[in-house]
């Protein structure tokens, strides 16, 4: 072979070398090329969406997508910098994330990158001073990239990335791809942020909208409450939304409106105002939060549920300065995020909206409680002007009448008109005096303590019992006397709810010129011969310690009627 044949050679070895050099920078062009237009895909997408939520699921994928990654997690970082708020992950499944347990709350590797907001990277992440291992069930991962997002220089989160596919590191290529995406990032949940805000601002505006309307058109206090507490738990997304008012000489709140799973249970549960969340709101005037309302002291175990709850807020309806009229509870689902301080801005805004709610249907109440007064003033007045006058007047003609009759039929019949008018007249001053008494004095009157007793006793028959009462109950009846009526009325209620299964339960109240006689009636299976007398036998003995008496009695149609009547003067002393 001569030696020009190896001299020829080299310059198609040299073109060779060239032209798979050639190809390799456009294998390489090319790759960079499609990297930065899936980058770009990427931001687009991104910045495509206006949901917080989906914004920040559209990014971890993303960023997984663009390097390649098996496993991608954000993490957002929760108020104050501390922990982690939120966690989303991409490639663990929700089989591996039920048995890994709770979600992480941004100690040990991940809590490195919030405590210095840089990116990292690593080729085996358990080798870092800062990594605390893994918890059990969750699956092994090695290499590690992690990158910050920062929305108007504030750190918002991180993103995590592990496992580059194909046993590689993430390069400084990764980690510049990925921070481009957390630039990008950035701005779109800035964005959704402002676009949330301003849905959620529109939504109190409408909320505000309707609660005034509701206040104008004279809605009662309660249903105005109702849909102060329903539009705030919507907005807010709240599982729970309470309403408790003080207790007036107490220093108690009572749960007047509850809403949300377990409502019935909570309503109408007296709590001591310092021990609860929303006694410390009641008391600071301020408003007052907790990360988990569950495992809080504050919230009360016989109140709970089943269902557990997150975080919480207790907002006060007024101001320490002014008095507060009562308090507002939201609570969250598990899980979810805390009350931020722009939440609480217009959820106080809000609340004082609450605050007129409850002040302006006060002076309703006042204005109507004044107009209800001078209505029984000026009936009291003229029934004492006009119908007392005139029925003694005529009960004078009438008993003048009597003395020219000759008749002594004629003569009895006028007699006992002349005294039926005497009744009359007496019924008449008695429901006077009822219109002039003052409430607080009508609420302890013997007619307004038997409806009261009748109507409570509705929830243990399960119907309500029928009511009559006759006679001059309230001036007429010694205080002593009712207060042993009422002791025999709610024995004889509390009888037919435990034994008489009863459709229909009728009581009747009647005073007359001797006696106060107690009646009650009902259609159940009656009393048998050889059943508990127990009963009975408190009824009787409670009547003859006032001199009166007590009876059973079975009507025709079934069922059974105790008869208990005292006489209204005191029993004579035994000598």
């Not at 290499?143 to 596919?165: A, C, M, Q, S, W």
């Not at 800035?190 to 505006?205: F, G, I, M, P, T």
């Not at 007590?550 to 105790?562: C, K, L, N, T």
Request: hydrophobic share 40%; charged share 25%; with cysteine.
């Amino acid at each position: 072979m001569s030696t020009e044949e190896p001299l020829s050679r080299m310059p198609q070895m040299r073109l060779d070398e060239l032209l798979e050099e050639l190809q390799a920078r456009i294998n390489a062009a090319r790759g960079t090329r499609d990297r930065v237009h899936s980058l770009l895909e990427a931001v687009v997408s991104v910045g495509r969406e206006l949901d917080l939520s989906q914004v920040l699921r559209r990014i971890v994928e993303a960023a997984a997508l663009l390097v390649d990654a098996q496993y991608a997690a954000l993490g957002v970082i929760g108020p104050g910098g501390e922990g982690l708020s939120q966690f989303l992950t991409v490639g663990v499944t929700e089989e591996e994330k039920r048995r890994i347990g709770p979600l992480p709350a941004g100690h040990g590797l991940l809590g490195e990158l919030i405590r210095n907001p840089e990116p990292l990277r690593l080729t085996d992440l358990g080798g870092h001073p800062a990594s605390y291992g893994f918890p059990p069930h969750h699956p092994p991962m090695h290499t590690f990239l992690g990158v910050p997002i920062r929305v108007r220089d504030e750190v918002f989160g991180n993103l995590y990335l592990t496992d580059k596919r194909g046993g590689q590191d993430f390069d400084a290529e990764d980690e510049s791809v990925i921070t481009t995406l957390s630039v990008a990032a950035g701005v779109a949940i800035d964005n959704a942020r402002l676009y949330e805000a301003s849905r959620v601002q529109q939504r109190w505006l409408q909320a505000n909208t309707e609660v005034t309307n509701s206040l104008l058109s004279g809605s009662p206090r309660l249903d105005v409450l109702e849909l102060i507490a329903r539009r705030a738990q919507e907005i807010t997304r709240a599982r729970l939304a309470d309403v408790s008012v003080p207790v007036p000489g107490t220093g108690n709140l009572v749960v007047e409106l509850a809403l949300g799973a377990g409502a019935e249970a909570r309503r109408g549960v007296v709590e001591q105002a310092g021990d609860t969340l929303s006694g410390a709101a009641c008391d600071r005037g301020t408003p007052v939060t907790t990360p988990g309302l569950t495992d809080d002291s504050r919230w009360k175990g016989e109140v709970r549920g089943d269902e557990p709850l997150g975080p919480a807020v207790a907002v006060p309806l007024g101001n320490a300065a002014e008095g507060v009229r009562g308090v507002l509870l939201l609570a969250r689902a598990v899980g979810e995020s805390p009350f931020s301080e722009e939440e609480l801005a217009p959820l106080l805004a809000f609340a004082g909206q609450a605050t007129v709610a409850l002040e302006l249907a006060e002076r309703r109440r006042d204005a109507e409680q004044l107009a209800l007064l001078e209505d029984r003033d000026r009936i009291a007045r003229d029934l004492h002007d006009l119908a007392i006058q005139r029925l003694f007047a005529t009960g004078l003609t009438l008993q003048s009448a009597g003395r020219l009759v000759e008749h002594g039929g004629a003569a009895e019949r006028i007699s006992r008109a002349v005294g039926d008018l005497d009744e009359t007249i007496k019924i008449i001053r008695s429901t006077i005096f009822g219109l002039r008494v003052r409430d607080e004095e009508a609420g302890s009157s013997l007619r307004a303590r038997a409806a009261r007793a009748v109507g409570e006793a509705a929830a243990a028959l399960g119907f309500p019992p029928r009511l009559s009462m006759e006679g001059l109950l309230d001036t007429d009846v010694p205080p002593q006397v009712a207060d042993h009526v009422m002791a025999a009325l709610g024995e004889t209620l509390s009888n037919a709810a435990r034994h008489a299964r009863a459709t229909r339960v009728e009581v009747s109240l009647r005073a007359t010129a001797d006696e106060i006689v107690l009646t009650v009636t009902d259609d159940g299976v009656g009393i048998p011969d050889g059943g508990r007398r127990s009963g009975l036998r408190n009824l009787a003995e409670r009547a003859a310690g006032v001199g009166g008496r007590s009876a059973v009695e079975r009507p025709d149609g079934g069922g059974s009627r105790i008869v208990w009547c005292a006489p209204l003067a005191p029993a004579p002393a035994l000598s």
